[in-house]
């Protein structure tokens, strides 16, 4: 004579088992298994729950039915691995906490089906599998939603090491070394993508400060995450050691910004366009280094240290720096503090901001 170890009856009208099609109790189990980061499920529980989804009836199963495992725990503890008793049962308490499963069991603690008069099973004591099946569609979606979101974290991580490397490239063409503020900042970048804690939106946040760093030179990418209704990133002080604090706006007031034309990433091109610097150097440099040199000179002369001359390239690129220097050149007389004003440009700049009168913007992504 063959015990049965587990209930397979129809619900009634007023369960609130939904219809859906017959599963495949192992893809189910790999599913779950697959989803353990996202549930908190432990190899423990699995090697139970596997336990009691071989005693269910052979072939498909039907959520719509009554499924419980009515198997004495003595009797199937050697398809769990040959588990320890007490460890199986807390296990089994803990499929319950995570909702995988609902234990009915008996007054004195035992398991068995309940039959009708001519010896169907309509009922039983033990552990109703069907609280598992019912997840079976939200932990697809959940994860596959998981699975969307590694592949854009590392995309994004892709995407920000790619412009960290153009910044370097870019730095060592300009200048010919890397400056120390700059070495400095990359290196900060590569460390934050480092982070296995860090959020999609988070990474968003990182790649339009990079991508703003690295000027045209990098990928413009409008639906980066971490940005807010308006389109605005969040200042680079949120990721970083900066005080926060609010300073007067004394930049002019924005104008309408075009696209730049191209070829005006060009530092020769921009220096050529330049108004106010050819009076404080009447001969046009000769190579990039040359234009670095006296562009680095006259931010000396605004009253700007190594380290912030240094930011400023690193901030706009050399191009754009120039073309801060030429606007500022050419207001001189009614910038009272230039040092000052630089850092504001600055600050709006890595806001998404466009400054210089509207005349040098921010890159698509983080422009407002």
Known sequence: MTTQTTAQATRGPG??????????????????????????????????????????PK?????????????????????????????????????????????????????????????????AYGIDLAPLFSRVHALQVALQDHRDAQARTRALRSRISACLSAVKRRALEDLGKIPDALGQQLARYRNLIRRRTLTLEELGRIACEVEGLAGEDAPVSPDLPGQDAAGAVPDAAKMSADDSRSVRHIESPRKEITREAPGEADPRQAWARCKSLPEYYPETPKSVHAMAGALFEFLGFLGLGQGMKETVVSTFGLAKAVRVADYIAGRMNRISNPAGYVKQMISEYRKGNAVAAG?????????V
């Not at 495949?24 to 298994?33: I, S």
């Open 59 to 123: 072939g498909r199963l039907d959520p719509r039915q009554m499924l419980v495992s009515y198997a004495q725990v003595s009797g199937i503890l050697e398809r769990a691995n040959c588990m320890d008793e007490r460890r199986f049962r807390r296990g089994e308490a803990r499929l319950e906490e995570l909702g995988f499963v609902t234990r009915k069991l008996s007054g004195n603690g035992r398991r068995f089906p309940v039959r009708d008069g001519k010896g169907r099973v309509i009922d």
């Open 359 to 367: 005349t040098v913007r921010a890159p698509a992504c983080c422009a």
């Open 15 to 56: 369960d609130a088992m939904p219809a859906a099609g017959l599963l495949d109790r192992w893809a189910v189990l790999q599913l779950v298994k697959d989803s353990a980061p996202l549930t908190g499920i432990r190899e423990r529980e699995i090697s139970i729950l596997a336990a009691h989804l071989s005693v269910l």
